[in-house]
């Protein structure tokens, strides 16, 4: 039974979700598990006290307490250099994993021979409700059997339910300053190499509440957020639409592809997809390119995605009045 490395990162976390998730994963039904936890230099030492009891009582627990706090993506590859099993699965610290989850995981990722698989959940609020029942359909996450050129424009799947093989770990390390989500490279890595695919079924409980470090936000509460900092004008909707959607959201992701890449083809495509993004930034009310966004963005499960995505990209003036009335 080959082992799987679980991968827990944790921050002033709310204790009670983190009894929950770590209670999940040690009632896996696949157990040669190997859990290993990186608290983020927390101030709470009732969690670190938590943490350490943990390890004495499982043996399957390795923790680390950094002195100092690394970031989010920092304490992630500080686990991945930690790992040495050949599968390895990210942990979010206030979710709730289905008994079957590595297994069912593991076994469709050996099935069909590929770098990486991820998964379904359904998403729930912070006293346990569920918010809703299909995420990857609410997210519009795209849906991936093989190789694709969205493993490049988008992320492919939340860390939380993606499980991938040591050769992504090994091309993962070290992080480059360009690493912007830790997931979204895993994808890219597993798409240059064996491919990815995925799991319709949801296989654990994915939290939402309001200290998520990304979390399952929709556009319109993220809009509601920005609104409340920044305005409603039509200058602070076009600072949004640059900044935190075309920069950080789809930008940032592939030019962080592009320092990882090592398939010339691939290469091609991400210096036209940056020209792409970076035309549209210069948009102010119309761009007429639109055909260009299918050869970018076009994949399946994305329909009303693309509706938004479109509106947002080619016709920010229309896109305006949805922001202003939200």
Known sequence: MEEVDVLLTTYNTNIKYLKEQIDSILKQTY?????????????????????????KQDERI????????????????????????????????????????????????????????????????????ILHNDYLKYKKVPLIRGKSHLAISRCIGTGCSQLITKKVKEEMLPFKNSVMAHDWLAGFIANENKGITYIKDTLFDYRLHKNNVFGGR???????????????????????????????????????????????????????????????????????????????????????????EVTIFHFPIFGYIMFKNI
Do not use: P
């Open 62 to 129: 390795t923790l680390y307490l950094q002195e100092k706090n690394l970031g989010y993506n920092k304490n992630f590859e500080f686990l991945l250099s930690k790992s040495k099993a050949n599968y390895i699965a990210f942990s979010d610290h206030d979710d709730i994993w289905n008994a079957d989850k590595i297994e069912k995981c593991l076994k469709r990722l050996i099935k069909e021979n590929v770098d990486m698989v991820y998964c379904n959940s359904t998403q729930i609020d912070e006293n346990g409700n």
């Open 218 to 308: 929709n556009l319109n509460q993220n809009l509601l957020i920005w609104k409340e900092k920044n305005g409603s004008g039509y200058k602070s909707y076009l600072k949004y639409r640059k900044e935190r959607v075309i920069d950080q959201a789809y930008l940032d992701g592939v030019k962080m592809c592009l320092d990882y890449c090592n398939n010339e083809d691939n290469k091609i495509f991400i210096n036209k997809l940056m020209h792409y993004y970076e035309n549209l930034k210069e948009t102010k009310y119309i761009n007429f390119h639109i055909i260009k966004y299918f050869k970018f963005l076009y994949g399946k499960n994305l329909f009303k995605q693309m509706i938004k």
């Open 31 to 55: 157990t040669n598990i190997h859990l290993i936890i990186s608290d983020d230099n927390s101030s709470s030492e009732e969690i670190k006290k938590i943490l350490k009891d943990y390890e």
